[in-house]
């Protein structure tokens, strides 16, 4: 888990707590003031590192981690 954890930078920890918490990739957006293609870059990225196929699969990982809640 931790070198999963690790792997992402700030800002896709960022991103990974509000697709954790159901957020749109334009609500993202909005919250962080940055695109929703910025938005998408960084999911895309998300789902790499941690191993996933999907955002939900990405936010379960990270609420069974303990690291969103």
Do not use: C, P, Y
Not at 23 to 36: D, M, R
Not at 47 to 59: C, D, G, I, P, T
Request: glycine share 2%; proline share 0%.
């Amino acid at each position: 888990m931790e070198e999963r954890w690790n792997a992402l930078t700030e800002r896709e920890r960022e991103v990974l707590a509000l697709v954790t918490a159901g957020k749109s990739n334009k609500e993202i957006a909005q919250t962080l003031s940055i695109t929703v293609r910025t938005v998408d870059f960084h999911v895309s990225n998300i789902l790499k590192k941690l191993e996933v196929a999907s955002r939900v699969e990405a936010a379960v990982w990270a609420k069974e981690q303990g690291v969103a809640s």
